[in-house]
């Protein structure tokens, strides 16, 4: 049997997310310089493995075997593992698993994680047809069965069985909003009310124009260590404790059951849970797959910190705001910094060593913080991924929750 290693991520880099003139190019090499700056300890000949999350950058920018691309472009000699992870969303997250994996099996000493989309172009038309690509291109595609209207759907169908609220809905902006105006790195950095969400231009019948995320350009990387090697490179080591993923098989929409359940998740945060032999309860933070306001309603239901059909009453009652039951978004979730895909698992990670380290502005800092989970969705939320990570090993967990 394999030892498993505890794993540590000590060091962190992030490029401005948005709509950026740089080329892809230049956010691999932006977020790979950050990322060097974060670790002065690192040489580039410790660097033994490269795990690209990157979802389309064939259809955006052209480019495929990107992987060996971008250890070019960062100067990385790579000697054990490197992989490009493509789960649509999800990415960049798929990305830190593998290596987490490569590290605690002992495959890797020393991994770096890149996640970069670059997905603004001239036209419009190319991004919107890349991403009806997620689904089932042949009967979700050509029945212009994208994102926003199928999770308006979702939206309808929570209204519908729950009760839920339009102006619920627009809480949920307007929470992340304001985490987001304290997010130096997020595309949008202004505040909004409800009133302002609820005027917004109408898209997809709930869903106006600020209950949704963002077309967004942006990258993110992390250097990966074991236990044996972390304080080489820093003091306030950020530890994985693991991960899980659940996925029904359904994946074209016409196959789904009810919209307004995502049994999924639910069954990926029970495993989870199980595995930490934690609860909801220890959970003090957590990035959540906010691409649409719908969808962190869910989550907050699935992931267990609230009751099935709560999740409105949840947000109206500030329970998802820091000092809440748990702080959901700090960082200002995909609604306020943009989803580039293959980048924002990366940036959750990201948020959450900032967290723990104490290097976020006071009034989004998650003071106490000792566990905080990311999800990520992909596709139509028929996939449901999660990391967790602490300032406790693994297996110090259980002596410290």
Known sequence: MIRMREVAIVGAGITRFGVREASWRDLVQEAGKAVFDDVPNLDKKDI?????????????????????????????????????????????????????????????DVAMVVGVEKMNSKFMSVSQSSMINVGNREFDGVNGFTAPPFFAMVAQRHM????????????????????????????????????????????????TLFDCSAITDGACALILTSEERAREFTDTPVWILGGVQHVDSAHTTNQFGDLSHWVGLRKAAKDLYSMLKISPDDI???????????????????????????????????????????????????????????????????????????????????????????HNL????????????SIYKRKDLKQEV
């Not at 729950?162 to 202004?190: C, D, H, I």
């Not at 797959?289 to 239901?301: A, G, K, N, V």
Request: glycine share 12%; with cysteine.
């Open 284 to 374: 003090d933070m957590a990035e959540v797959h906010d691409c649409f306001t719908i969808s962190e309603i869910l989550e907050y239901e699935e992931l267990g910190f609230c009751k099935k059909g709560e999740g409105g009453k949840f947000i109206e009652e500030g329970e998802s705001y820091i000092g809440g039951k748990v702080a959901v978004n700090p960082g200002g979730g995909l609604l306020s910094n943009g989803h580039p895909l293959g980048a924002t698992g990366v940036r959750q990670a990201w948020e959450m060593v900032m967290q723990f380290r104490g290097e976020v502005p006071e009034e989004r800092y998650v003071n106490g913080a000792e566990i905080g989970i990311a």
């Open 378 to 389: 992909s596709g139509m939320a028929q996939l449901h991924h999660i990391m967790a990570y």
């Open 160 to 207: 519908h069985e729950f009760g839920t609220t339009s102006e619920q809905l627009a809480m949920v902006r307007v929470k992340n909003s304001y985490y987001g105006a304290r997010n130096p790195y997020a595309q949008f950095q202004k505040e909004v009310t409800v009133e302002k969400v609820l005027g917004s231009r109408m898209v997809a019948p709930p869903l």
């Open 48 to 108: 033994d493995s490269l795990f690209v999350g990157a979802a389309q950058p064939e259809r955006w920018v052209f480019q495929t075997h990107v992987a060996p691309y971008v250890a070019e472009l960062l100067g990385i000699n790579v000697s054990r593992v490197i992989s490009r992870t493509e789960v649509a969303c999800a990415s960049g997250q798929a990305a830190i698993r593998y290596a987490w994996l490569a590290v605690a099996t002992g495959l890797s």
